[in-house]
């Protein structure tokens, strides 16, 4: 971005990488006058790949060369550590960071822009072009005519912590939040009545709808805002913790492997949800969400002791995943969902759906149902191959399909020939939504760190299984005032800042890049084990058995394979490798503690169905804040909130 | 196949070099699958992608020579060359810096008001001639592929385009943008446009995007204006 360039020439590096391009160490441009990059160097010692994980494996013996790849093979057995080095990086400061750049964070933008608070927004990939938001996909905007209050009160049914919906409902001032602010935001919503009036896809007293809705527009609109500064191309790896207190952020900018400190006086995580850890399809898990969604900063709470809720909970739909990995996209996908049960079939082209025995009213109403029937005629044997159930993309589904899908069954038999009509296409149950954020209190706060605001927090859909752009909405403005109050009345500017805490991190991420093991193992080929041990285990249906399986193959990853995982490239500059080894840990930890939080639970609950415990158990409705035992184990939290009731 | 991949660490090489893979291929397989292939077994690749499904652009990279989405492109037995995107700085490998021309475009989307729409003027303002036109230039996901073939912006650089012309082109189209779109155009470069049709020809979003019938159509407009210049292109 423009106003990144000028910030980012305004710096004067202390990297020590001669990989840095000398165009970003000109000091030469005036300072953005809200954010200074100040450089700082440190001296300290490398090592401790995993400190302050509960994954830390034991022994490194044993070493074996894995697959075909290219690893480097130091002449020393075990992890060789370099010896003391000098790591630079740049300090930025803001009074307002977001981390993130989808629907919660818009909506965080949105308000920092009408109550003209400077902020500072970090995203990963470039920005305009990741996550959700980020591409050309037709979405439907959900909203209440009767305002969010009352549509909250319809979307947490299964939300656990209701105070905070009722506070961020009392407190937003643009209820009814329907297609006005969206398209001020730059969108047409060009699905029209003849008259040229918006039409309404669904039009009913607690539920409005429109397609057509390319969010895209909104980050035109925001990152030309005077108020928000964007860092693109950076990714957060830690949160900045100064005497328990969230004081911003720490990561790598990406292109050029620079390590960034983010000062800030409060820090909003506005990050979309993980489905990382489930399965792979030649390109992608088995999900339509986004590769750059891999929990970096959840998992950074996690590692810095805080307490991480809701990752058994997941949302779940139907996808195409024929013929490959490539199939498996909102731009390319064919799927099914409950309106399309009467087509469905199993391998033997049975509508299993119409079995008379089954409720197909329920189906139409309780996705939850519906998938755990897909889910058992699959576990049954009576799936394809690839574990899935079949759909064809027949007249009548055509007819009825919105044109962003019908784009895509085009695209399919364009592509490959096929005839949809007549071939059925294979679909998988996608996680497309997943918890496993960090606990926060009423007013979206961690309750381990001050400062730090979570938009998707632990038990704001808790059982809903992620999020949904309708509640990032409700909840990123929220979040918004929530820390903008925070700076008002609680933060205090610290006496001194101890840098040891970020300068701790870019010893983690610099051992991560230069290791070297003998018979090392590429974090890529680690993370395809991951995703192969979590599938089974994280569907619909979860039996013991496959959790017992995951626990032990993922504790097995922890301990023989993480501390043997070492790069090919040891580059800084945008090195491939070296994210995916800050990811690789990073998903390790949440398949972690996704398996363990259904473990524990003895029962059915929200999305996921444990044949050994078909009931939920009231002994077991509250939120699971996981967080490290400090001896390489999970400990939780039981955490129940008030049943308050909402206001007519 | 044989995959000829073209490497770049600005910061280390002195210049651009090209590793030949074998790459096993599979029916239907993608570039993008045969990439991921190299990368997860052979040698670790500096590429990027987030849809999967030609909606962000972030895959664009040259084939053969031409530009693509490697995530919907097929890959054939024999030998192929993948490269960057052309036209763009080098991150690394195949990765390509588009956050100038992205911003520029971005910058043209956002809509140029008075004071925000009312819920009244939203519902009366619309037409569903406009909207009709508006629905099918969404699809444009920024790619740069087309302003990468686009011989009229090889024979006049300051022709902004056809990816920021659309964007002109659809604020024009936009009954609540009150900016002067047409001339925004003209002075874009609409008539310096060959009227050759690479665009889309090369668009990944071809089935909704007629590069064509929009630039006629803003012409018509700017002729009806007066926003003539002396030597139009392309007539």
Redesign the interface.
Known sequence: MDKDEQVMAALVKAGPSKEVPDAEVSGKEPRSPWSEGVSRRSFFKLGGLLAGTAVVGAGLGGCSQEGGAKVPDSASSGAATKGETEIGYTVYETDMLVIGAGFGSVSACSEAARLGQKVLVIDKGPYGFGGACGMNWDVVYTWSPKGTEAQDSVFARRTVNKQLFINAAKSDPYQPDDYLPIINWGETLNDRNPDGSIHLKVDMPMSQQAEWGFPRHWLDHFGKADNITIHDYTMITDIFVNDGVCIGAVGIYLPTGEFRVYRSKATILAAGGCTGIYGWVTLSPVTNNVPDNTSDVEMAVFRKGGRIGDSEHAAYDMMGIVPSGWASSEGSMFGGDSLDIEFMLDKDGVAFCMDPALDQDRMLVDRIYFNQIVAQVIMDGRGGPNGGIYLPANDEIRKQMRYMYLRCVNLIEEKTGADLREEPMECLIEMYEHGGTPIIDDNMMSTEFAGLFCVRGAATLAEGGGSHQNRNRVLGGYAMRCAMEYIKKSYKEPEKIDWQDAEKEFSRLTDLRTREVSGGIRPITIQRKIQRATYPAMGVIRTTADLEAARKELARIAEEDIPKMALSDHASAYNRDWKDAIETINLLQLARLSVEATYVRPETRGSFYRPEYPEANDDWKCTLGFYDDGKGGLAFDKITWPDVPYPA | MKLTITRF????DAKPYDQVFDVPT?????L??AV?YV????????????????????CSVMYDGIPVFA??Q?VSEGSHTVAPLEGFPV???L?V????E??AI??T???VRIA????EE???????E???K??WI?????CQVCTVICPAKKDTPQYMGPSRLLAVAYRHF?P?DQADRLLEAVAGGLWDCQMCGSCTKVCQ?S??IHHLDIWKELRADATARGLTVANPKGV
Do not use: W
């Not at chain 2, 599979?26 to 993608?30: A, I, P, Q």
């Not at chain 2, 939203?122 to 569903?128: L, R, V």
């Open positions: 660490n600005p910061s280390v599979f029916e239907n397989m993608t993008l699958e991921m990368h997860e077994n052979l040698e670790p690749i500096s590429f990027d992608y987030t849809c999967r499904g030609r909606l962000c652009g972030r995530c919907i097929f991150i690394r490998d990765i810096d588009k956050r100038r992205q911003k971005a910058d989307y956002e809509r925000p729409l009312t819920r939203i519902n009366s303002q619309m037409t569903t406009a909207a009709d508006l629905r969404e699809y444009c996901c920024r936009d609540y979003n089935p909704e």
